[in-house]
């Protein structure tokens, strides 16, 4: 059974691009548009692995990574914030948060892989 990676983007294009690369290397992927819209997914199927952008509408990146944190069944899901934001301090805050990676936009695809495949086995 594949394991479930939840990405959550403003950008339908993004997601619609890292959906491709997951699905090709044997992941489930589940998408939401934005921080609230990611935490009603979770509701509906578990994810494995959550990827979140920090700058969206309506919930950002920082306040759906602590929604997330204080989810008993997510507690110890990984978190990946795959964003443009590259300033240290926004990096610490990600980590202080519960994030386990970050990288910033623009990614290649081995790379994000390498990320994900380090977090979880497909």
Known sequence: ???????????????????????????????AQDGKDGLAKLAQKRAHLIISDINMPVMDGFEFLKAVKA????????VVMLTTESAQA??????????????V???DPPQILAVVKQLVQP
């Open 1 to 31: 059974m594949p394991k479930t990676i939840l990405i959550v983007d403003d950008s339908a294009s993004f997601r619609q691009v890292v959906s491709i690369i997951l699905r090709s290397a044997g992941y489930e992927v589940v998408e």
């Open 71 to 78: 989810m008993p069944d997510y507690k110890f899901t990984p």
């Open 90 to 103: 926004k990096v610490q805050q990600g980590k202080a948060g519960g994030a386990k990676a970050w990288m």
């Open 105 to 107: 936009k623009p990614f």
